[in-house]
């Protein structure tokens, strides 16, 4: 099993900045990716950033400049810096593994940390 704890959220205003962290517990070594969805209220699940194993990045398009995703591999620990935060950005996020056993293509969530934006 990978086990992710996610910490970081809070409240800010408009324009400010937050860092979201998820340290990845477990069978880490099975991972592929790993990335930030968020879900906001009567809104899908959507993808934010990911990062694989081999460094690669991708982003949604309306995140793309103000927010960067990075990865401590000493540490098992995957970043979401934040900057210029709207009150669109508002939602639940939440750290995704992609990861594998004997060939099985699994996923694991953390529990969620909350990001609110004020105007």
């Known amino acids: 099993q990978v086990q992710l704890v996610e910490s970081g959220g809070g409240l800010v205003q408009a324009g400010g900045s937050l860092r979201l962290s998820c340290a990845a517990s477990?069978?880490?070594?099975?991972?592929?990716?790993m990335g930030w969805y968020r879900q906001a209220p009567g809104k899908q699940r959507e993808l934010v950033a990911a990062i694989t194993s081999g460094g690669s990045t991708n982003y949604a398009d309306s995140v793309k400049g103000r927010f960067t995703i990075s990865r401590d591999n000493a540490k098992n620990t995957v970043y979401l810096q934040m900057n210029s935060l709207k009150p669109e950005d508002t939602a639940v996020y939440l750290c995704?593994?992609?990861?594998?056993?004997?060939?099985?293509?699994?996923?694991?969530w953390g529990q969620g940390t909350q990001v609110t934006v004020s105007s």
């Open positions: 477990g069978e880490i070594f099975s991972i592929n990716a």
């Open positions: 995704n593994a992609d990861w594998e056993r004997v060939g099985v293509r699994l996923h694991s």
